[in-house]
């Protein structure tokens, strides 16, 4: 407190800790602090600081204790003293001078003991109960508060006595709590009780010792573990049939892991009943309840529903409930084909005969009182009059009951007059059921009256093969085309018959690429050149075509698709083609003739003028080859005529002379014949005749060699005859020249 000296004598006698008075208004902001925290405590380990400010330059002198603080000039002033001895009051006074001004400030301060002041207080008690939860751990907390009143550190020790099995639940049993000047800190001990503990209370006591004092705060824990925990779970059967039973089982679990749970009763309720159910399920463990869902054969009513099973037991009852959903029926309309096609001329008529199938698509709920319906939609011309041109009898156009995923039949039977105008006719057929949530199904029917030829054309593409996507694209775009003129006749009345054109040039240039053989030698060569004329032909017309159509926006077919398609495809056969290999002059020079004539097909004449230069210079090839097989047949036809005027017994003679004459027409004849070959066709008659001459030849040649051999086997014989008459004389004297042997070996 700041006094003044003219209230000195009063503060006096009221004994105030800090007396601060004012004399004016040249002292401001007087403050006196500790230099430990609370700053308006001031203890022994303190240091005091004085601090002011004057409003002007002013002289002071600050007066602590008896000692003298002397400041000149200042507006802003501070002195720092001590500390003082515990219980010592410090007398203060400050007098200020600034000019004439003066002002003044005393008083006292109380020093005090700054040592600590320890106290301890449960902050927050420990819930003593505990329900044991299953593979949990159940936690309580103990707060206590130490707080410290001085301005000194201090602390507090704990230590903790009591149950074994508590102090094992414990987070801390022992320890230290430092807790700072002026200042207080929480302990918080925390039980964790497992869910393995034995029922019972545990009791313990945790003593705090500071200042030479304690505190024994009990801690008391009583643990049970929990009634038995029923858990039952809905059960969701989703879309259910009707007529159909369904056995399903409901788990029921005891959850709490402690107590069995005792099943007293179970009560099926709706369309549930009870199949069987346990009596007892041990702690932790499950059983099954059965039920049975017994669903009526008849047409219900769709939908949601849900039955009850209430169970009762020892903790209680509990409900679960067993949902299912009746759904609406679904009816479905099909007609074995959705387009019609007749062609009618004045003065005939056709028959048409819708077989119409109505099904319970869903399989859930039987359809109920499903009637039949039909209308015109669409028809040629604004006269709704025309359809008298047809009459339509529906025979089976209602229905009581259509059970679930069954079929019912009807016939939409129609005849149609010749007079009727070509276009197309559109016939809705609806169907609908009392129970079916209002939908309606519905099934339109298209008659065509076309022409024949659009219908023939049609017909043709849809069942035409393709096997690339290029011409899958042509075939698809163009029966887009004809079904579009098909569809509005009366529109496109002067384009159908280009559109069957194009229809037809189609078919048969994808038909041509399709079904091409490609030549495997010369022969189907000339083959091939028929089937380009034929495919270019149809190109050419296809295009003409086509333009039209693109002219009129009506068709989105790129021409460049139809050209790649045809060279494609021409190009390949060009290509066997070359691959074949030619065996004579006349294959090679009908190879590269049938090459320019494809060429010249397709308008590519300076290919085909290269290939009819190949040509021209294979036909020279064959002439100089023929003017060569001439001269060996006129050289081989004069040892030919040398050969025929050799006579027998020259032959025998002159053997070796003749052979060579009769090798060198051979040699001569072989020569020409293997040249004529070679041409190939245009000398098929030269071979033929050169093979003549050559047996001719050969004839007179085997003539003769049997003459040599018939004389030289009788040379033989003679020879034979005279050999064996000789040896008969000799044979005759052996015995005359044995007796005289043996009278020369008498005589010596």
């Not at 400030?105 to 320890?118: C, D, H, M, T």
């Amino acid at each position: 407190m700041i006094i003044s000296r003219r209230t000195l004598l009063f503060i006096a006698i009221l004994t105030l800790s800090i007396p601060v008075a004012s004399a004016g208004d040249l002292i401001t902001d007087f403050q006196i602090k500790a230099s430990n925290p609370p700053d308006d405590r001031y203890t022994d380990i303190d240091t005091i600081t004085f601090e002011w400010g004057t409003s002007q330059s002013s002289d002071a002198v600050l007066t602590v204790d008896g000692t003298p603080y002397t400041f000149s000039g200042k507006t802003s002033f501070k002195q720092s003293v001590g500390p003082f001895s515990q219980g010592t009051t410090v007398h203060y006074s400050l007098d200020v001078q600034s000019g004439n001004l003066s002002d003044d400030q005393s008083g006292s301060i109380k020093i005090e003991n700054a040592a600590p002041q320890i106290s301890v207080s449960v902050a927050g008690s420990i819930e003593s109960s505990v329900t044991l939860v299953w593979q949990s751990v159940v936690r309580r907390t103990l707060s206590v508060e130490v707080e410290n009143g001085g301005k000194q550190s201090g602390s507090a020790s704990y230590s903790y006595t009591g149950d074994t099995t508590l102090r094992s639940w414990l987070d801390k049993t022992s320890g230290q709590v430092p807790v700072s000047g002026s200042s207080k800190e929480t302990v918080a001990f925390t039980v964790s009780v497992p869910h393995t503990a034995t029922e019972k209370t545990y009791s313990g006591n945790i003593q705090f010792q500071y200042d030479g004092k304690s505190k024994n705060i009990p801690i008391t824990v009583t643990v049970s573990q929990p009634p038995a925990i029923p858990k039952v779970s809905d059960l969701n059967l989703g879309d259910v049939k009707v007529g159909s039973t369904h056995t399903k089982s409901l788990t029921i679990t005891e959850v709490g892991h402690y107590k069995k749970l005792t099943i007293t009763g179970v009560t099926a309720k709706g369309r549930l009943t009870l199949i069987n159910s346990p009596h007892e399920i041990a702690a932790g463990g499950s059983g099954t309840i059965n039920l049975k869902l017994t669903l009526p054969d008849e047409a219900m009513t769709p939908k949601k529903c849900s039955d009850d099973v209430v169970i009762s037991t020892n903790v209680g009852t509990k409900t679960a409930e067993v949902n299912y959903n009746i759904p609406f029926p679904e009816l479905s309309l099909y007609s074995e084909k959705n387009s019609y096609e007749v062609s009618l001329e004045p003065g005939s008529s056709s028959e048409v005969s819708v077989p119409l199938s109505i099904r319970e698509s869903g399989g859930c709920n039987h359809l109920k009182n499903t009637r039949l319906s039909y209308k015109w939609t669409s028809y040629p011309g604004r006269n709704p009059d025309i359809l008298e041109y047809f009459d339509v009898k529906l025979v089976g156009d209602s229905f009581s009951l259509i059970r679930r995923g069954d079929d019912k039949t009807a016939d939409l039977h129609m005849t149609v007059q010749g007079t009727a105008p070509r276009g197309v006719y559109t016939l809705q057929v609806s169907g609908s059921a009392s129970n079916n949530n209002g939908r309606v199904s519905v099934e339109e029917i298209e008659i065509l009256n076309i022409p024949q030829n659009l219908i023939v054309v049609t017909e043709k593409l849809d069942g035409l093969g393709t096997s690339n996507d290029n011409r899958r694209e042509i075939k698809t775009k163009t029966i887009n085309l004809l079904y579009m003129v098909k569809q509005e006749l009366d529109k496109y009345s002067d384009d159908v018959s280009i559109a069957c054109g194009l229809g037809g040039d189609v078919y048969e240039f994808i038909y041509t690429i399709e079904n091409t053989e490609y030549p495997r030698s010369i022969e189907q060569s000339n083959g091939a050149v028929d089937t380009v004329s034929t495919l270019h032909t149809r190109y050419a017309s296809l295009v003409d075509h086509l333009k039209h159509f693109k002219d009129k926006n009506m068709i989105d077919l790129d021409s460049n698709m139809v050209k790649n398609e045809e060279e494609c495809a021409v190009n390949k056969i060009i290509f066997k083609i070359e691959e074949i290999e030619p065996k004579t002059l006349c294959e090679e020079r009908s190879k590269y003739g049938n090459i320019r004539e494809i060429y010249m097909i397709i308008g590519s004449k300076e290919k085909a003028s290269k290939y009819g230069e190949e040509a021209v210079l294979i036909n020279q090839e064959i002439e100089d080859n023929k003017t060569m097989a001439k001269s060996y047949e006129d050289e081989a036809g004069k040892y030919a005529g040398e050969f025929e005027k050799i006579s027998g017994i020259n032959f025998v003679l002159h053997y070796s002379d003749c052979k060579e004459i009769y090798s060198n027409a051979i040699e001569h004849y072989e020569s020409a014949k293997l040249v004529y070959e070679h041409i190939g066709n245009d000398c098929r008659i030269d071979s033929d005749r050169v093979s003549g001459d050559i047996n001719k030849v050969v004839y007179t040649l085997d003539r003769l060699e049997q003459f040599r051999s018939a004389t030289i086997f009788g040379f033989i014989a003679l020879f034979v005859l005279l050999l064996f008459g000789a040896m008969g004389s000799e044979h005759k004297r052996i015995p005359e020249k044995r007796i005289e042997k043996r009278c020369r070996k008498l005589m010596g």
